[in-house]
């Protein structure tokens, strides 16, 4: 080869490598005498210069401020003398960054627990399931406010009704986005898909092949992005570590990198990338919440400046929703959205996706995959499971385990205690060519259980220390080998214990170097559980933990009545749930709030139990009856209670069993009139005044006198538990002339027992009433309420504004969202009207048996308006989605009769027959 051909050869490969520009590379073939007016390339310009130094790694470019002359006398020369050190620059960054990219997809793409059985357990045998296997798309739901995680949680109490938007457009549409979930709710694993599909798609030559499958998920404009994903955890022990270090984003890169065994060039790439202009980033903080709170506005103010340093990148960031109700740990500019749970299609779409990846890598025959998909589908809806389910990482568990067992548990203990057993089972079991964990351990005399026994400490010791009431814990090496050793025997077989988990997806992670944690919370907190129930005095120490740290301890105390309860502990869970509620509410003196709170996780610990076997043991019928007791005072103990704790503790109550009403007699209130209370005959005035009343509406006007017979009516509007009876008892298929009734929405069957049905029509409000007059025989004949006796019962004879007086004060009643839902009726003790009756002003809406008249001054007996003519029907009340201008006691609506919606129920009259 010449050297006119070597040098040709040599701009050639600079060209390929995008080290020459196209001009530069023209004029440098002209420079060393080869015509190129022929070829395709194109004709070089008259002028041409190299601007400057050629250093080490540059882009080689002219322009043409010069003389071509010059290009043939020294720039040629010039770039010739640096073309073959550029040349192997660029071909080991371009290695790096392969190796970088191939290493990040490979990370991203795991799915724990993705080896199905103790053949596959090994780090090298089988192949496991990978997250891009069966990644299903996440929705988001975007709060109205967010000034508090009350707002959220209200979010995600309506998803249902909102509007779900895919997790990947809102990446897509908005630079700056915080991402907010509860744990498990997929936050990471969104981070981890987005960032493995621009990984696999820097390593790939057509790498807009790779973001494809994007496009199927939700919107993607974007292309190909370079993917930089930053552990807020890990950043966070890297600034703690040294207190003299700043917090640079920039210096801890460049660390983990070098640590990692990447050179300089690595992050000088990176660095100038986040410069380029031209080319975005796609830069991921993940896990805001797990950086202390000490140094959280530390690293808030870090992030604001990285992302105001390098503008055009595009940033997400992933926090848990209470960590991020805090202004003083808000992002500024940054656009915040909720991840909503799986629905019912997305839970679905991910069973389908598993089993089918499994056909696929042949672990089973297409027709056993499809069929076992439709029974996991089965078992998910039509249990309680289905809640657990939309978290996506108890999904992949439940998952794992119908794969394994081909059924699943029926509550969540037992789905938990599977798991356990399972991932055991794993150690356990030889894998190909290799060892199992007990045959490393090589002690004959170790059983299993006492590995069990030594994690379920650690997992206890975990739990004591770890300074956040969310999240794992990180557990040192050392820490684990000293918490190991006394169930092991020696620190040489905690050693081996500990390097044969190191390379297995289990119950321990390793996360960091010299880090373990679980998998999740969720497992923690349950073997800690288990634990617990292996203490001599288990009773009497769990109690004391709850008195000491309820936050902590709660969700521990609970799992751990219930494992103790199926596994022959029952008498044993009974007295752990007796110490922490010893006497009655009528024997405490003073009730404060830490004994209601106690009195609430008692409530939860007996429903873990179950209540079959409380009620099997005359102990559990005592203390069933004792927690009942403080549920339904603390429900009504407004001066200690807030208004979501009372309805809490009254859900806790509707799941027990609520005392007040009875089941013998169709779920209504437990006392000789059945929950009616009597409005005497004699006038009032209807109607608003708007001398008096400012937000009097014109269908209001004018205020007239009204005289009514006497009449009953019903201290609660009609709860999901008395109408599941009436359901139940017509009967889902007779006809409407048969029974009065055909079900149209199931709905109204899905809220707690003590809570007012909602999702129900008024035809289907006035098939109760035709119903229950049957029930009742003489007594007399049920009917909704016309307006005129709705609106008398609410405010009395004296015209107050509100059912409950002439304020509206926050917290007293269920309205304007505060809750977020309806809430058990009677939670509101001081919304109660003149003559008894509760949740008049707020909760629920309530039908009318009339449609809306016209007033007139003129006093009126016993109104009724249109019924027969109208097509509509009245409703009336505020609801707990009202604001307070709705919850005033003349305040009118009407809808269709055959609408229903989650804001109105209903209450009943008694009329003699």
């Known amino acids: 080869m010449t050297s006119i051909e070597e040098q040709a050869e040599q701009l050639r490969k600079a060209y390929e490598n995008d080290i020459l520009d196209e001009t530069t590379y023209k004029a440098a073939l002209e420079g060393i005498g080869i015509d190129i007016s022929d070829s395709n390339i194109g004709i070089v310009g008259d002028h041409a210069t190299v601007q400057g130094d050629i250093q080490h790694g540059d882009r080689i470019g002219v322009d043409s401020g010069g003389d071509v002359s010059f290009a043939k006398d020294h720039g040629i020369s010039l770039i010739l003398k640096h073309l073959n050190l550029t040349i192997q620059a660029v071909a080991d960054i371009k290695k790096t960054l392969h190796r970088y990219l191939t290493d990040l997809a490979a990370e991203t793409d795991r799915l724990p627990w993705g080896r199905l059985s103790p053949e596959q357990a090994g780090p090298d045998q089988g192949e496991s399931l990978r997250l891009s296997d069966v990644y299903t798309a996440l929705d988001t739901t975007e709060p109205e406010r967010m000034d508090c995680e009350d707002d959220v949680r209200q979010c995600l109490a309506r998803q249902a009704r909102m509007e779900r938007i895919s997790a990947q457009r809102m990446i897509n549409d908005h630079d700056r986005l915080v991402l907010l979930g509860d744990p498990g709710s997929g936050k990471t694993t969104l981070v981890n898909f987005l960032t493995h599909v621009m990984a696999c798609a820097g390593t790939e030559k057509e790498p807009d092949a790779c973001v494809e499958c994007l ?11 370079f993917p930089l994903r930053i552990i807020l955890r890990e950043f966070a022990a890297w600034v703690e570590k040294d207190k003299d270090r700043k917090s640079d984003i920039g210096a801890f890169l460049r660390s983990i990198l070098n640590e990692d065994g990447y050179s300089d060039e690595l992050w000088e790439f990176i660095h100038e990338g986040l410069q380029n202009t031209e080319v975005p980033f796609l830069v991921f903080f993940d896990g805001l919440d797990e950086v202390p709170a000490t140094i959280r506005q530390q690293v808030v103010k870090t992030i604001n400046a990285f992302a105001e340093t390098y503008q055009h990148n595009r940033y997400v960031v992933t926090c848990r929703i209470y960590a991020y109700t805090d202004q003083a740990f808000r992002l500024r500019g940054f656009r ?9 299609e997305q839970i679905s779409h991910f069973i389908d996706a598993w089993y089918g990846e499994l056909a696929a890598q042949k672990r089973m025959k297409r027709a056993d995959a499809e069929r076992l998909a439709e029974g996991l589908k089965s078992a998910i809806s039509d249990s309680d499971l289905l809640a657990l389910a939309e978290r996506p990482l108890i999904m992949t568990v439940m998952a794992l385990l119908h794969t394994s067992y081909g059924q699943l548990p029926e509550d969540r203990v037992e789905l938990y205690r599977w798991a356990v057993e399972l991932l055991f089972r794993r150690w356990k079991g030889q894998v190909k060519g290799e060892k199992s964990l007990m045959a490393a351990l090589d002690m004959p005399q170790l059983r299993m259980s006492d590995l069990e026994a030594g994690l379920y400490h650690v997992a206890f ?9 969310k999240g794992t814990a990180d557990i040192p090496e050392e820490v684990l080998l000293k918490q190991l050793k006394p169930y092991i025997g020696s620190w040489d077989k905690a050693e081996i214990f500990v390097r044969y988990i190191r390379e297995r997806a289990g119950l321990l992670i390793r996360h960091k170097t010299d880090a373990y944690t679980f998998p999740h919370r969720t497992f923690q907190e349950f073997m800690a559980a288990c634990h617990i129930t292996g203490l ?58 830490a004994a209601f709170v106690r009195a609430v996780i008692s409530g939860e610990a007996l429903l873990e139990i179950g209540l079959v076997g409380v009620n099997r043991e005359e102990d559990g019928k005592i203390i069933l009856d004792r927690v009942k007791g403080w549920l339904l005072a603390g429900m009504q103990a407004d001066d200690v209670l807030q208004p979501r704790e009372r309805v809490e503790a009254g859900n806790i109550l509707s799941q027990l069993g609520d005392p007040r009403f009875n089941p013998d007699m169709w779920y209504l209130p437990n006392d000789e009139n059945l929950g009616f209370v009597t409005v005497p005959a004699g006038p009032f005035l209807m109607g608003s005044d708007k001398e008096k009343d400012s937000g009097t509406e014109y269908d209001e006007m004018p205020r007239h006198m009204v005289e009514l017979s006497e009449y009953a009516i019903t201290r609660y509007p009609v709860t999901v538990a008395q109408f599941g009876v009436f359901v139940e008892d017509s009967g889902f298929e007779l006809e409407v002339e048969d029974s009065g009734f055909e079900l149209e929405d199931e709905y109204c069957l899905r809220g707690a027992n003590n809570h007012p049905v909602v999702w129900v029509s008024w035809d289907e409000a006035d098939a109760y009433c035709r119903w229950l007059t049957k029930k009742l025989k003489d007594r007399g004949t049920v009917r909704l309420p016309t307006e005129a006796q709705w609106e008398k019962a609410a405010r009395g004879t004296d015209g107050r504004i509100y059912p409950c007086g002439d304020n509206l004060v926050s917290g007293k009643t269920n309205y304007g969202f505060d809750i977020g839902s309806t809430s058990p009726v009677g939670a509101f003790p001081e919304d109660v009207s003149p003559y008894g009756c509760m ?32 097509p509509d029907r009245v409703f009336r009340s505020g609801s707990w989605d009202d604001p307070a201008q709705f919850c005033r006691a003349a305040n009118r609506y009407e809808n269709f009769p055959n609408n229903r919606n989650d804001y109105i129920g209903f209450r009943l009259v008694l009329l003699p027959s």
């Open 536 to 593: 001599k005095e288990y009773p009497s120490e769990a109690a004391k933990l709850i008195r000491e740290d309820p936050d902590r301890w709660r969700i521990v105390f609970v799992l751990a009545a219930g494992h103790a309860a199926r596994t022959h502990q029952l008498g044993n869970a009974i007295a752990a749930v007796t110490k922490l509620c010893p006497v009655s509410i009528g024997e405490a003196e003073t009730p404060d709030k």
């Open 839 to 870: 949740d008049m002003t707020g909760n629920v809406s309530e039908w009318c048996f009339d449609g809306m008249r016209n007033y007139t001054e003129h006093a009126v007996t016993d109104p009724i308006g249109p019924v027969e003519k109208s």
């Open 215 to 225: 496009k199927k998920a939700g919107k993607w404009e974007l292309g190909s992005l």
């Open 461 to 469: 010791y975990a739990h004591s220390g770890h300074s956040h009431s």
């Open 336 to 344: 915040q959205t909720v991840l909503a749970p799986f629905s019912e």
